[in-house]
């Protein structure tokens, strides 16, 4: 089993900052692909970013692209999503996840893609 254990949320302004962190423990594989996704109050649950088990290979949703960046550090099985410049369209519960690989550079970005997923937690802005 995997536990996957995400932190970092809030509450904040428009234009503002936050970083989310998700470590994951348990039976975590040798490696793993890690992923974020978003969903908010009656839509449904929609890619943010991902990263590969090497961390060369990073996917981002068009909607984050230049303002998000997903970074991780294998030593503490913990991923990292710096969101900058926030906005109130970026409301929403963010999920970790992650996937087995057999490969360093082997990415996903599908949420059937992924095997295990956190609890997630709340990031709300305000405008």
């Known amino acids: 089993q995997v536990q996957l254990a995400e932190s970092g949320g809030g509450l904040v302004q428009a234009g503002e900052s936050l970083r989310l962190s998700c470590a994951a423990s348990?039976?975590?594989?040798?490696?793993?692909?890690m992923g974020w996704f978003r969903q908010a109050p009656g839509k449904e649950r929609e890619f943010v970013a991902s990263?590969?088990?090497?961390?060369?290979?990073?996917r981002y949703a068009d909607s984050v692209k230049g303002r998000f960046t997903i970074s991780r550090d294998n030593a503490k099985n913990t991923v990292y999503l710096q969101m900058n410049g926030l906005k109130p369209e970026d409301t929403a519960v963010y999920l970790c996840?992650?996937?087995?690989?057999?490969?360093?550079?082997?990415?996903?970005?599908?949420?059937?893609?992924?095997?295990?997923w956190g609890q997630g937690t709340q990031v709300t802005v305000s405008s």
């Open positions: 996840a992650l996937r087995p690989t057999y490969y360093s550079d082997s990415l996903y970005f599908t949420a059937t893609d992924f095997r295990s």
């Open positions: 348990g039976r975590t594989f040798r490696q793993h692909v």
């Open positions: 990263i590969s088990w090497g961390g060369g290979e990073t």
